[in-house]
């Protein structure tokens, strides 16, 4: 626990301009981030008696080693520089939000020849129209099934797709009048872009003027007699209009806004966000965030607006924004929305009307989602908490394990050998430090080995961290056999988080490169050599409290030995086997059996678990890839399209490797030199083992078609 006195900077070195700050740990890790109007009155603030501060900050400010700051013209561009570095270097004592990513959306994909319907996770597209987004995917794909009668776009995958194009025959939609087919030719491309836009316009809220038209068209074939188009023109308005009815009107006035509401608490906050776009609610989303900060309600406002429009542009961010508290400084904030939008942006708290009732609605739905979100055994601070100290009692830890590496040996009768780590950060998973390894040592199948080379190459590449950063005076001459660097996976050989090969971005720099003032009141001695870290997060530059590997007691020992091997004696090492769920200890005969109702288990069992899935799945990656090697791999210049360009005009390997060079020229794009090389691969490579048919025995081979028999 670091004395804050230590790092204080001098009086008078802070300026009293707008700027942020950095608070870095002694391993030069950012752990957080911060703004303000007045650097000098913000930082002061921070380094008053430890009994004054809030909990939250005084621990921060013991676990950071020193402070850094960036001077700014403007509160604006102070903001926007907060919300990029906070996204840049994810500090543990930053606000956090979870569950951002798993909300669906309802996507028109316009980038496409003939655009498609269909439902969308994740980042945004460039050129893909987005609504919602939807609490659940099935909510989507109800509006779709709806609309789908009046607007028949397209909602086949590219394969599906491509298939119908070859043989002539839609899928089933085509046929019930639900697709226009135009994988069939039964519309243009123009037509069916059309009928996608259509669709778009409806979902933005003009759903008017397609009703009237239906009823008009209907009204029309009645009195012409043609009763059974007049029927289905009927159904086809009572689909729009139930389509409707999911998103029925709550604002009279057409209003494009977005609401936000914070239910909280000591520990946790629960954000809830309403998308109205034409009076509608057209979606709705929630995150929870665990308060590792002493923020208020104005605090979690302006963090939710930073993470909801931070890479957002144009219409994504709506003209109206209501919150329950206004930010500190809602004048700038206000500017650097309506700087995304392009657009003035009006930010403010409803006092009256049908806004206010529906932000008693959006209040509502936090309450429930964070009382939702308590029930989580996994997320609950407290149930994390007794979980490591129950791990510390069993283990005879000196404190609780915050920071707990898993690793474990996956493959397949020997082959593909591969290992995983993960990392666990307060009883939470840390997956951006998640790391893998190929086992390169030697060949074959032997666990205990592979988790020697395994826990040796980590923990070199931390001792190699440590030399750099000057964290270590001598390396330790190992005693024994540690293997080579250049053995490890070809992912960890270089950091380039850590590495600016130009030299023109020590630590502290602007990132921007504006040039703003940078002070370091912990490092000013040194900075006659500029240092490499910029507080982002390294590879293996972390050490942690606890190593558990995914075995018994030989996995265990094969641990400890690789880290004595490296003079490394202050983490702790236990295994898990999976038969009994024991807990091994180097150099004890028995194992600590742990309750079965015990919390300390249930997080061992968890990390242990997740280190087998992300072994599992590296494995079946690199086993997947190997099966679908080819020959022409190996060919240098060839690409993925001419590849593909090549087996599709002779129809397989087998015709290409008993074409002439002249013949193999004739293919679009390849050049008499590339043909060479072809030619030469395909010559010195044995060829494939026929494919036999499991079933019968069959051998299954390549006629001179391409075809198989």
Avoid at 120 to 142: D, L, N, S, T
Avoid at 354 to 372: C, E, F, I, S, Y
Avoid at 415 to 425: G, H, I, L, N, Q
Wanted: glycine share 8%; charged share 30%; with cysteine.
């Amino acid at each position: 626990m670091a004395d804050p006195s230590s790092y204080r900077p001098k009086p008078g070195q802070i300026p009293d301009s707008p700027g942020v700050y950095k608070f870095r740990d002694d391993h030069r890790r950012v752990i957080y981030v911060g703004k303000a109007k007045n650097l000098r009155q913000r930082l002061a603030n921070y380094f008053q008696d430890l009994a004054g501060l809030h909990p939250r900050t005084r621990t921060m400010v013991t676990t950071a080693a020193s402070v850094e700051w960036t001077v700014v013209s403007t509160e604006v561009e102070a903001l926007q520089l907060e919300y990029s570095w906070i996204k840049e270097f994810d500090p543990r004592f930053n606000v956090k939000y979870r569950d951002d990513k798993s909300y669906p959306y309802l996507a028109v994909t316009l980038n496409e020849e003939f655009p498609r319907v269909q439902v969308m996770r994740g980042a945004k597209k460039k050129g893909v129209r987005y609504f919602g987004p939807y609490g659940h995917a099935w909510a989507i794909r109800e509006t779709v099934d709806l609309m789908l009668r009046v607007f028949p776009v397209r909602t086949c995958s590219a394969g599906v797709f491509k298939n119908a194009e070859r043989t002539g025959r839609p899928c089933l939609l085509g046929y019930i009048g639900k697709c226009s087919a135009p994988c069939v030719g039964r519309v243009t491309p123009d037509e069916h872009r059309e009928l996608a836009e259509d669709f778009c316009d409806f979902m933005t809220g003009r759903t008017g003027t397609y009703i009237r038209r239906l009823e008009k068209d209907m009204m029309q074939a009645a009195e012409d007699m043609e009763y059974e188009r007049a029927a289905r023109l009927r159904d086809d308005a009572g689909a729009l209009k139930r389509a409707m009815e999911k998103s029925a009107v709550v604002l009279a006035d057409a209003t494009d806004a977005d609401l936000i509401a914070v239910a909280e608490d000591e520990l946790e906050a629960a954000v809830q966000i309403f998308h109205v776009r034409g009076g509608r609610v057209r979606g709705q989303r929630g995150w929870v965030t665990d308060k590792v900060e002493a923020v208020d309600t104005a605090g979690l406002v302006e963090h939710a607006l930073q993470q909801l429009y931070g890479e957002e542009s144009g219409d994504s961010v709506p003209k109206e924004v209501l919150v329950p508290a206004l930010p500190e400084d809602p004048e700038a904030v206000s500017q650097w929305l309506a700087g995304r939008r392009g657009s003035l942006v009006s930010l403010r708290i409803p006092q009256r009307g049908d806004k206010k009732d529906l932000m008693v609605t959006v209040q509502r739905n936090a309450q429930q989602a964070l009382g939702l979100h308590k029930t989580k055994r996994a997320s609950d601070l407290t149930t994390r908490s007794r979980a490591l100290e129950e791990i510390a009692e069993a283990l005879g830890l000196d404190t609780a394990p915050l920071r707990v590496e898993c690793f474990d040996i996956s493959h397949l009768q020997g082959d593909d050998v591969v290992a995983s780590m993960v990392v666990f950060e307060d009883g939470l998973a840390r997956k951006s430090e998640y790391r893998r390894f190929q086992i390169k040592g030697f060949e074959g199948q032997d666990d205990v080995r592979s988790m020697h080379e395994v826990i040796g190459r980590r923990f070199k590449r931390y001792l190699q961290e440590k030399e750099r950063t000057g964290e270590w005076e001598e390396t330790p001459a190992p005693t024994g056999p540690v293997p080579a660097s250049g053995s490890a996976a070809a992912g960890p050989a270089t950091d380039p988080a850590t590495t600016d090969p130009a030299g023109t971005n020590p630590a502290g720099a602007d990132p921007a490169g504006t040039g703003p003032a940078v002070v370091d009141a912990a490092a000013t001695a040194s900075r006659e050599e500029p240092r490499e870290d910029d507080g982002r997060p390294k590879r293996f530059a972390y050490p942690p409290q606890l190593v558990v590997v995914d075995g018994g007691q030989p996995q265990v020992a094969a641990a400890k030995r690789a880290l004595d091997e490296l003079g490394i004696d202050d983490i702790a090492v236990c295994g898990l086997a999976k038969r009994l769920e024991e807990v091994w200890l180097p150099d004890d005969d028995d194992p600590v059996v742990l309750p079965r109702s015990s919390e300390g288990l249930y997080l061992l069992q968890r990390i242990r678990d997740e280190a087998h899935r992300f072994a599992i799945t590296y494995q079946r990656a690199k086993r997947a890839k190997r099966i679908r090697t080819s020959p022409l791999d190996d060919v240098q210049g060839l690409g993925e399209t001419r590849k593909q360009a090549l087996i599709k005009h002779f129809g397989s390997v087998k015709r290409l490797r008993q074409a002439t060079i002249d013949e193999i020229c004739e293919v679009p794009g390849i050049g008499r030199r590339t043909a060479e090389s072809v030619a030469a691969a395909l010559a010195t490579a044995a060829p494939a083992a026929p494919a036999v048919n499991t079933a019968t025995g069959e051998i299954i081979e390549e006629d001179d078609g391409g075809s198989t028999t």
